[in-house]
Nanobody, 128 residues
Framework: QVTLVESGGGAVQAGGSLRLSCATSQYVYSTYCIGWFRQAPGKEREGVSAIFTTDNITYYDAAVKGRFTISQDNALNTVYLQMNGLKPEDTAMYYC?????????????????????WGQGTQVTVSS
């Protein structure tokens, strides 16, 4: 069973920072591609970032590159999403998701439908 538990959301002003956490089992952490997605009310879900921790392969959507950093904690089997320079348009429910890693496919968050396992989500609200 794949379980993903997000935490760390909250409300901040524009320009502020938040760090999201995604905790999972050691097996999932080391063998799955783990991604972060977000969905704002009335908008489609979009991929934000992804990581394959074993090879430290990372992916960022263009909208967050340079502001967000995905990282890993091998001792805690936890993936983090450090979000700096937050903008009101970053406001959304953020979800951690996991899919089997296939070397030929890489590890990206381009297609949410490729991820069969999802956490419950954590809300991020950025005010102007």
């Amino acid at each position: 069973q794949v379980t993903l538990v997000e935490s760390g959301g909250g409300a901040v002003q524009a320009g502020g920072s938040l760090r999201l956490s995604c905790a999972t089992s050691q097996y999932v952490y080391s063998t799955y591609c783990i991604g972060w997605f977000r969905q704002a009310p009335g908008k489609e879900r979009e991929g934000v970032s992804a990581i394959f921790t074993t090879d430290n392969i990372t992916y960022y959507d263009a909208a967050v590159k340079g502001r967000f950093t995905i990282s890993q904690d091998n001792a805690l089997n936890t993936v983090y999403l450090q979000m700096n320079g937050l903008k009101p348009e970053d406001t959304a429910m953020y979800y951690c998701a996991a899919t089997w890693y296939k070397r030929a496919m890489g590890c990206t968050a381009e297609v949410g439908a490729d991820f069969p396992y999802w956490g419950q989500g954590t809300q991020v609200t950025v005010s102007s």
